[in-house]
């Protein structure tokens, strides 16, 4: 019986998961709920949703700089499915009633250990799934960024001015570095300046990459250099940089894993060589005891 109903109750978590965040909502409530309150209301559990009931409170007792960190850390992922503070906040609180329970045992029976584990596992949990959207993020986007600077030279060489070029590449493009050009187009037309936007830019992905192609842009915009020509020479800047920190992370990883071989291989070659030795040695004894 236990084992068919956690079959049954497997293949319906399957099915809500699958099933659309709009299902059970009426027309009135679809019209006023915007995208992640409608995947909330359709996605959450009973747990979650006292999560998210608690958040205010949880917010209004952190301090500004707290919830600010917090907010560049989202904006740093990237935002995906509509993630926010309230989302990290929620996920902190959901670990938090999770854990209750172990971390008053060992308040009660006085274990460190139970009283430790919840606390650090309630911190680190949601801050390390973020910081790996983060860092996912980043790659891609220093991936990417070489490519999409080609594109974008060859079509202000065709005669697009800066702004249009950037939008239609970023339209065609995709990914991570054009939801970041969508970001500071926005902001400029919203009377943002040039360098405060693509500073705004730096900030929030901390690519290494981006941050040469921000500084060498804004040079050669003051600069008056040619743009089509400061844009190829960004691209392979940037690869040639790329190239240089995976040569640099390779040399980092090679003593790695020759003191993870001379851990490994060197007690397994001695155990082959002594046990050779020891068999050796006995092999009459050996011998005589199977009637050889």
Same mark, same amino acid.
């Given at each position: 019986m236990v084992a068919t109903l956690a079959v049954v109750l497997l293949l319906r978590g399957y099915q809500l998961l699958r099933t659309d965040a709009d299902v059970g909502l009426s027309a009135d409530e679809v019209l006023y709920l915007n995208k992640s309150a409608r995947e909330r209301a359709g996605s959450q559990s009973a747990l979650m949703a006292l999560s998210y009931k608690l958040v205010p409170k949880l917010r209004s007792a952190l301090p500004r700089n707290a919830v600010r960190w917090l907010q560049q850390q989202v904006d740093m992922a990237g935002r995906p499915k509509g993630l926010d503070v309230d989302s990290v906040l929620a996920k902190f609180v959901m670990w938090g009633l999770v854990l209750t329970p172990i971390f008053? =045992? !060992?308040?009660? &029976?006085? #274990?460190?250990?139970?009283?430790?584990? *919840?606390?650090?596992?309630v911190g680190i949990l949601p801050l390390?799934?973020? $910081? !790996?959207?983060? &860092?996912?993020?980043? #790659?891609?986007?220093?991936r990417d960024l070489p490519d999409f600077l080609d594109v974008l030279a060859v %079509?202000?060489?065709? /005669?697009? !001015? @800066?702004? $249009?070029?950037?939008? %239609?590449?970023?339209?065609? @493009?995709g990914g991570a570095i054009s939801? #970041?050009?969508?970001?500071?187009?926005?902001?400029? %037309?919203? /009377?943002?300046?040039?360098?405060?936007a693509f500073a705004a830019m730096r900030d929030r992905t901390r690519s290494e990459p981006v941050n040469e @192609?921000?500084?060498?842009?804004?040079?050669? #915009?003051?600069? !008056?250099? *040619?743009?089509?020509? %400061?844009?190829?020479?960004?691209?392979?800047? =940037? &690869?040639?940089?790329?190239?240089?920190?995976m040569r640099q992370r390779a040399s980092k990883i090679e003593p790695r894993i020759s003191l993870v071989m001379t851990m490994v291989l060197i007690p397994g070659a001695l155990v082959i060589l002594v046990g050779g030795m020891v068999l050796a040695m006995g092999a009459d004894q050996l011998g005589g005891m199977f009637g050889g």
């Open positions: 008053v =045992i !060992g308040v009660l &029976r006085g #274990e460190l250990l139970y009283i430790v584990l *919840p606390v650090v596992i390390a799934q973020l $910081s !790996g959207m983060a &860092r996912k993020r980043r #790659e891609a986007i220093d %079509t202000v060489s065709a /005669g697009l !001015g @800066f702004r $249009s070029a950037l939008s %239609t590449v970023a339209d065609r @493009f939801d #970041e050009i969508t970001t500071v187009l926005h902001q400029i %037309t919203n /009377g943002a300046s040039v360098r405060s @192609f921000v500084t060498a842009y804004l040079q050669a #915009e003051e600069l !008056g250099a *040619p743009l089509a020509d %400061t844009l190829n020479q960004i691209a392979a800047d =940037i &690869r040639r940089g790329t190239a240089q920190r």
